[in-house]
């Protein structure tokens, strides 16, 4: 995940195709937390004219794993096992900002949350909770018995 993480501090949003097709920018990537902030688009709304409920999910998906890449052990990688978004308010324009953060980190598994806030709002727009498998590569002489 270094490659990762360092193609993110010199390229920004450019590194992760996702963060350029949305505009999402990357303020911060520090072990246990993570923030993103990006502008609401008219093309991002749903049919009553709210940003659609899957950008929060995401965002706060994407905010959460970096918070968790900074920490990872070299060969480690995560994937996504479950995530849950609660929604407490719609948002049709400006700015919004993800902030993630690890809640807690074992072995095999990291929990984490994400907030969706409107601009420098402390408010959250929504709260997703998150669970990620932690993998490792195998060195490349383990099969060779």
């Known amino acids: 995940m270094d490659n990762y993480c360092t193609a993110l501090q010199e390229q920004g949003a450019k590194a992760n195709p996702f963060f350029a097709l949305m505009g999402i920018d990357v303020v911060a990537m520090d ?9 609401v688009r008219p093309d991002m709304q749903n049919g009553e004219g709210w940003l659609q409920g899957g950008l929060y999910t995401a ?13 990872l052990l070299p060969g480690e ?7 849950t978004t609660d929604f407490f308010r719609g948002v049709n324009g400006g700015t919004i900002v993800a902030r993630g953060r690890i809640v807690k980190r074992g072995r095999n598994v990291i929990f984490a949350e994400g907030t969706v806030s409107a601009g420098d709002s402390e408010k959250p727009l929504s709260r997703t909770t998150a669970a990620y498998a932690v993998t490792r590569q195998r060195p490349a002489d383990a099969n060779t018995n």
């Open 77 to 83: 990688r995560i994937a996504t096992i479950s995530a």
């Open 31 to 39: 072990e246990g937390h993570g923030e993103l902030s990006m502008v």
């Open 59 to 71: 965002l706060a998906d994407e905010a959460m794993v970096l918070a968790i890449y900074p920490g």
